[in-house]
């Protein structure tokens, strides 16, 4: 299996523009998690879907994020506009979710480096 | 609610010592935890993880760590210590719930 992927791997953007990044998960898997990373605040769980809908979008920091999640194999996180407070690296997960409760590992994409100048 | 603590955001050790990383985790419901590891410009790697049963759980790259609910710890150890291990390594705690809340991080440096 390729495991998680992510596009871009780099993105360099002006402050105020729009930035897409996108995320294929690991066939099979029904649960999807956007992450965000920086320095200052660690890794901060932005959203995550289960079979496809969003389930708990609390960490999402404002309206200019957005998360879709429109079949089991592809989800976006948008940002619109952006601002240079947004560069961080941004992980997409996924897992096995079973609702006997049983919890799987989450397996991480190599991330993307969103940089907003 | 949930929360993990790591003791201590970097951790130096030399080469073929011990490695122990320190891990606790606040829950009314007994946790699932993991351990992942963080190379530079990489994702997080899973090392570990614990669920139910036996509470030693070995994990890659000669890595251990053990439940302890009575100290709600899962600390992570290693006997000895390579070069290759220097990374970031983070907890994580999950309900039933398949979100994990994680710690802030254990930046390991081994010396040579």
């Known amino acids: 299996d390729a495991g998680v992927i992510q596009s871009p791997r780099h993105e360099v953007t002006e402050m105020g523009q729009e930035v897409t990044l996108r995320c294929k998960p690991i066939?099979?898997?029904?649960?999807l998690f956007w992450y965000r990373q920086t320095m200052m605040r660690g890794l901060e769980l932005l959203i995550y879907?289960?079979?496809?809908?969003?389930?708990?979008d609390s960490g999402m920091p404002e309206d200019r994020f957005s998360a879709k999640m429109p079949n089991a194999s592809f989800s976006t996180l948008k940002i619109q506009p952006s601002e240079p407070r947004d560069s961080a690296v941004y992980f997409c997960a996924s897992s096995l979710a079973s609702w006997t409760g049983t919890v799987y590992e989450q397996y991480f994409g190599p991330g993307t480096r969103l940089t907003v100048t | 609610a949930q929360s993990v603590t790591q003791l201590g955001s970097h951790v130096s050790v030399s080469e073929g010592a011990l490695v122990l990383l320190r891990c606790n985790y606040s829950?009314?419901?007994?946790?699932?935890l993991f351990w992942y590891v963080q190379y530079p410009n990489q994702g997080l790697q899973l090392l570990l993880k614990?669920?139910?049963?036996?509470?030693l759980v070995k994990g890659i790259n000669g890595f251990e760590a053990e439940f302890k609910k009575s100290e709600t710890s899962f600390h992570l150890t290693k006997p000895s210590a390579h070069m290759s291990d220097a990374a970031e390594y983070f907890c994580a705690a999950s309900g039933n719930t398949g979100k994990l809340i994680f710690g802030q991080g254990t930046t390991l440096q081994v010396k040579p």
């Open positions: 829950s009314s419901v007994p946790p699932y």
């Open positions: 614990y669920t139910t049963g036996a509470t």
């Open positions: 879907f289960n079979n496809n809908v969003p389930i708990d």
């Open positions: 066939s099979g898997h029904n649960s």
